[in-house]
């Protein structure tokens, strides 16, 4: 299996199309120092507020840091497991079954991360979702990747190989060894009672015609419509400028509601093409409606700021932002309440959208956001358990600078610095069921932390998560040619 290795990263023109994949969660990760914590905390009771940064000393540090040594607990592995007739060995998951009286009645878990480019958040994380589904019966992986993307990949899963699934379900930012390896135990389940199948419910690059399907029988119509996804992908990916697609919008709208009207004559066309995915008409209507959204209200405020970060003008659009992440809201309420009533979901997800206060992170515009896990129902959030994922030293992949750096040394006091007295290299620390005592204040105060390994914030970590994973030493992730 070919890897790309340090020196044989992206282009500078395969640059310019991953940051149109990679912009919300990465943008405001770079912009980060820029935005000096403050902000109101949101949602549960009993949450604390952010006002300016508060300052711990050292001997409250050390405290906090003797609590951890003696309440942390270990994951021995982050490794994905081998199947050995069809199953994993139950006693392969000994050091995780401190999560089942965590999780075991949640209907939704989030696996978030501090950055998209390392390679042991992407290995624990396919360990983890090995474990939740085979103990703990969770049916659905969910990405931050487009929802008709997904669909179309689980829909042909079975006649494809792993890698080539993974390819067309996820960014570019994804496709990796250690990712793969969760698709290939995904795919390894199709055949089972209890198959763990893939889904999305991002929108940003939503593809609904792929070119080698069969489901649109009307030749001219097909040709129109794959004519205008093509169009809209070089908007997208910058390659057209503003006036262009405003040009075309009326008529890109009017072929969008045709094909969403004559839509239910295909429906047994497409079952036939995508046999894998026994949603797939609910999956693909989904995709085509929110299409007409975004064509009415967000393609418009996506191209200007695209075409200002690839002038170098980097700044942040807020109508922009909020726009994505309700829409991705609403595509997972969608999923888990009417797709999949009655499923088990795992989110895969940037900490930045997963975190139940992340509006906390940011003041100004940016602090007046909501991001998908504070924009989830209530009974949903109550349903949920939301872990983020950190780490204390190594390297991660600069998609931003086409590069690598280094994890900046540790802050005193912060989440990672405290964490990593446990002393071990894989330290998980439930938040929501530790009750308040002498060492653990700190999950209920602003305390820092890094994005992407070097961008500093303040936040509460119990208002954000119900539980945190630290590793204490990452390295880039091996990208697949």
Same mark, same amino acid.
Not at 203 to 209: E, G, S
Not at 327 to 339: C, G, K, P
């Given at each position: 299996?070919?890897?790309?290795?340090?020196?044989?990263?992206?282009?500078?023109?395969?640059?310019?199309?991953?940051?149109?994949?990679?912009?919300?969660?990465?943008?405001?990760?770079?912009?980060?120092?820029?935005?000096?914590?403050?902000?109101?905390?949101?949602?549960?009771?009993?949450?604390?507020?952010?006002?300016?940064?508060?300052?711990?000393?050292?001997?409250?540090?050390?405290?906090?840091?003797?609590?951890?040594?003696?309440?942390?607990?270990?994951?021995?592995?982050?490794?994905?497991?081998?199947?050995?007739?069809?199953?994993?060995?139950?006693?392969?998951?000994?050091?995780?079954?401190?999560?089942?009286?965590?999780?075991?009645?949640?209907?939704?878990?989030?696996?978030?991360?501090?950055?998209?480019?390392?390679?042991?958040?992407?290995?624990?994380?396919?360990?983890?979702?090995?474990?939740? =589904?085979?103990?703990?019966?969770?049916?659905?992986?969910?990405?931050?990747?487009?929802?008709?993307?997904?669909?179309?990949?689980?829909?042909?899963?079975?006649?494809?190989?792993?890698?080539?699934?993974?390819?067309?379900?996820? &960014?570019?930012?994804?496709?990796?060894?250690?990712?793969?390896?969760?698709?290939?135990?995904?795919?390894?389940?199709?055949?089972?009672?209890?198959?763990?199948?893939?889904?999305?419910?991002?929108?940003?690059?939503?593809?609904?015609?792929?070119?080698?399907?069969?489901?649109?029988?009307?030749?001219?119509?097909?040709?129109?419509?794959?004519?205008?996804?093509?169009?809209?992908?070089?908007?997208?990916?910058?390659?057209?400028?503003?006036?262009?697609?405003?040009?075309?919008?009326?008529?890109?709208?009017?072929?969008?509601?045709?094909?969403?009207?004559?839509?239910?004559?295909?429906?047994?066309?497409?079952?036939?093409?995508?046999?894998?995915?026994?949603?797939?008409?609910?999956?693909?209507?989904?995709?085509?409606?929110?299409?007409?959204?975004?064509?009415?209200?967000?393609?418009?405020?996506?191209? #200007?700021?695209?075409?200002?970060?690839?002038?170098?003008?980097?700044?942040?659009?807020?109508?922009?932002?909020?726009?994505? #992440?309700?829409?991705?809201? #609403?595509?997972?309420?969608?999923?888990?309440?009417?797709?999949?009533?009655?499923?088990?979901?795992?989110?895969?997800?940037? &900490?930045?959208?997963?975190?139940?206060?992340?509006?906390?992170?940011?003041?100004?515009?940016?602090?007046?956001?909501?991001?998908?896990?504070?924009?989830?129902?209530?009974?949903?959030?109550?349903?949920?358990?939301?872990?983020?994922?950190?780490?204390?030293?190594?390297?991660?992949?600069?998609?931003?600078? &086409?590069?690598? =750096?280094?994890?900046?040394?540790?802050?005193?006091?912060?989440?990672?610095?405290?964490?990593?007295?446990?002393?071990?290299?894989?330290?998980?620390?439930?938040?929501?069921?530790?009750?308040?005592?002498?060492?653990?204040?700190?999950?209920?105060?602003?305390?820092?932390?890094?994005?992407?390994?070097?961008?500093?914030?303040?936040?509460?970590?119990?208002? &954000?998560?119900?539980?945190?994973?630290?590793?204490?030493?990452?390295?880039?992730?091996?990208?697949?040619?």
């Amino acid at each position: 299996m070919e890897k790309v290795c340090q020196t044989d990263r992206p282009t500078s023109s395969r640059k310019k199309v991953m940051l149109t994949l990679l912009t919300m969660t990465l943008a405001l990760g770079t912009l980060a120092s820029s935005f000096i914590q403050s902000g109101t905390a949101y949602g549960a009771e009993g949450t604390v507020s952010i006002r300016g940064e508060v300052q711990s000393n050292t001997d409250q540090i050390a405290v906090w840091k003797a609590w951890i040594k003696q309440h942390a607990q270990e994951f021995t592995s982050i490794q994905p497991e081998k199947l050995v007739n069809g199953s994993i060995p139950k006693q392969n998951f000994d050091d995780l079954d401190k999560l089942k009286t965590l999780l075991q009645d949640k209907r939704i878990v989030y696996l978030g991360e501090s950055t998209h480019s390392t390679a042991e958040f992407s290995l624990a994380k396919t360990r983890l979702i090995q474990y939740l =589904h085979q103990e703990l019966g969770y049916s659905r992986v969910a990405f931050e990747s487009a929802l008709s993307d997904a669909a179309m990949a689980q829909g042909r899963m079975n006649s494809r190989t792993p890698q080539d699934t993974l390819s067309q379900a996820l &960014n570019g930012v994804y496709i990796t060894e250690e990712v793969l390896q969760l698709f290939e135990y995904i795919k390894s389940t199709q055949g089972s009672s209890t198959p763990l199948r893939l889904t999305g419910f991002d929108m940003k690059m939503d593809v609904i015609l792929e070119p080698n399907a069969t489901w649109i029988q009307g030749q001219a119509l097909r040709a129109k419509l794959l004519k205008a996804e093509q169009d809209i992908k070089e908007w997208m990916i910058g390659k057209r400028d503003l006036a262009s697609f405003q040009k075309a919008k009326p008529e890109l709208i009017a072929l969008y509601q045709r094909l969403n009207e004559e839509l239910p004559k295909y429906k047994d066309f497409m079952q036939k093409d995508y046999p894998n995915e026994p949603q797939i008409y609910q999956l693909i209507k989904r995709a085509i409606e929110v299409r007409l959204k975004a064509l009415n209200e967000y393609y418009e405020q996506y191209i #200007d700021y695209l075409q200002k970060v690839l002038s170098g003008s980097i700044g942040i659009d807020t109508a922009f932002l909020q726009w994505r #992440d309700k829409q991705m809201a #609403d595509n997972l309420v969608w999923l888990a309440t009417e797709v999949y009533p009655n499923e088990k979901l795992i989110v895969w997800a940037h &900490n930045t959208h997963i975190g139940k206060a992340t509006h906390e992170l940011y003041e100004g515009e940016v602090g007046q956001l909501k991001y998908v896990g504070e924009l989830m129902p209530k009974e949903l959030q109550a349903q949920s358990y939301v872990i983020g994922l950190y780490m204390a030293s190594g390297e991660i992949f600069d998609w931003f600078n &086409n590069g690598i =750096h280094k994890v900046l040394p540790l802050l005193p006091g912060s989440i990672e610095d405290i964490l990593s007295s446990s002393g071990k290299p894989y330290t998980f620390m439930d938040i929501r069921y530790s009750p308040p005592v002498v060492g653990n204040e700190w999950m209920s105060r602003p305390t820092k932390s890094y994005e992407e390994g070097r961008a500093e914030h303040l936040l509460v970590p119990k208002n &954000n998560y119900d539980g945190l994973i630290l590793i204490d030493k990452v390295q880039i992730p091996h990208f697949l040619k």
